[in-house]
């Protein structure tokens, strides 16, 4: 199959390695010529351009732009799309590109797969990163089921774990798991750095080990990545965040009270919660 690649850093660069190792053709797209030509390089890809023209014998292509870019880049597209070519993408919001993107190309999967690292480009690409990762595809009653099938089929392809969803369930799942948690550590990060007393600050800094590079990891991600979260999922972050300061405000409760018998509760249901989200 001929799979094209919208954008070639890590997300689209990783996934240029595992499909074509699988077999696939695969065709990149990226505004830098040096990118292609690294990427060509690295062997992400058989051939890459800076032109959409080279996506014309493309049977699937992903969209691994940033999520601001997505819906303008399928306008480009399309003038060089085969009429059958299915698009998805691997935006984590899902519902505000889905309404922008399915009416200007019926074939689109809306598409997430959970996989990342802290750094970001071409270099940093990585064989195997969405295996066992969650892959989230998000059809609408309106999304053809061959486009579905296929894109489904392209992600356990690559040894991810697939979940299927509404993308309205996608938005506000992502927003607890990975969006307010993006808030949560750059305002923990934001509320370090008002210490008045400078060499406090400082002995906090030379202090700090593995909880706090732990808590405040996701808040020192691409700042881009985090203001596309909020601007696109808006509604649900909200929701999230009123939420994550309701709790904040119990637990700031149990101290000034004293409440040493309350505090431990919540504390043990929240060590009872945690490895229903994660395992260590």
């Known amino acids: 199959m001929n799979i094209g690649i919208v954008g070639l850093g890590l997300i689209g660069g990783s996934m240029g390695l595992d499909l074509k190792a699988l077999g696939h053709q695969v065709l990149g797209v990226s505004r830098r010529e040096s990118t292609c030509k690294r990427a060509i390089e690295l062997g992400v890809v058989d051939r890459a351009f800076v032109d959409f023209s080279l996506?014309?014998?493309?049977?699937?292509?992903?969209?691994?732009?940033?999520?601001?870019?997505?819906?303008?880049?399928?306008?480009?597209?399309?003038?060089?799309?085969s009429s059958d070519a299915i698009l998805t993408d691997v935006g984590s919001v899902k519902g505000a590109i889905?309404?922008?993107?399915?009416?200007?190309?019926?074939?689109?999967?809306?598409?997430?797969?959970?996989?990342?690292?802290?750094?970001?480009?071409?270099?940093?690409?990585?064989?195997?990163?969405?295996?066992?990762?969650?892959?989230?595809?998000?059809?609408?009653?309106?999304?053809?089921?061959?486009?579905?099938?296929?894109v489904e089929e392209m992600a356990r392809s690559l040894n991810a774990n697939v979940f299927r969803c509404d993308p309205e369930e996608h938005d506000r799942a992502v927003a607890w798991i990975s969006h307010l948690p993006?808030?949560?550590?750059a305002s923990l990060v934001a509320a370090c750095m008002r210490e008045t007393n400078w060499d406090v600050l400082?002995?906090?800094?030379?202090?700090?080990?593995?909880?706090?590079?732990?808590?405040?990891?996701?808040?020192?991600g691409n700042p881009e990545l985090g203001l596309?979260?909020?601007?696109?999922n808006r509604?649900?972050?909200?929701?999230?965040?009123?939420?994550?300061?309701?709790?904040?405000?119990?637990?700031?409760?149990?101290?000034?009270?004293?409440?040493?018998?309350?505090?431990?509760?919540?504390?043990?249901?929240?060590?009872?919660?945690?490895?229903?989200?994660?395992?260590?």
């Open 182 to 185: 993006a808030m949560a550590s």
């Open 98 to 150: 889905i309404e922008q993107v399915s009416l200007l190309w019926p074939n689109f999967v809306g598409g997430h797969p959970m996989a990342g690292k802290a750094e970001s480009g071409i270099e940093v690409a990585e064989f195997g990163l969405f295996a066992n990762r969650p892959y989230v595809i998000t059809p609408t009653k309106n999304t053809p089921p061959t486009a579905v099938l296929m």
């Open 228 to 232: 596309m979260m909020a601007k696109y």
């Open 55 to 81: 996506l014309s014998a493309a049977d699937l292509v992903v969209v691994c732009t940033p999520i601001g870019a997505i819906a303008p880049t399928v306008q480009q597209l399309i003038p060089h799309l």
């Open 202 to 220: 400082k002995l906090a800094q030379n202090l700090a080990s593995s909880g706090f590079r732990d808590t405040s990891r996701v808040g020192g």
């Open 235 to 280: 509604g649900e972050l909200l929701r999230s965040l009123l939420s994550y300061r309701d709790c904040l405000d119990e637990f700031i409760g149990r101290i000034e009270n004293e409440d040493w018998d309350g505090l431990f509760e919540d504390l043990q249901d929240t060590n009872h919660a945690r490895p229903l989200f994660v395992k260590d």
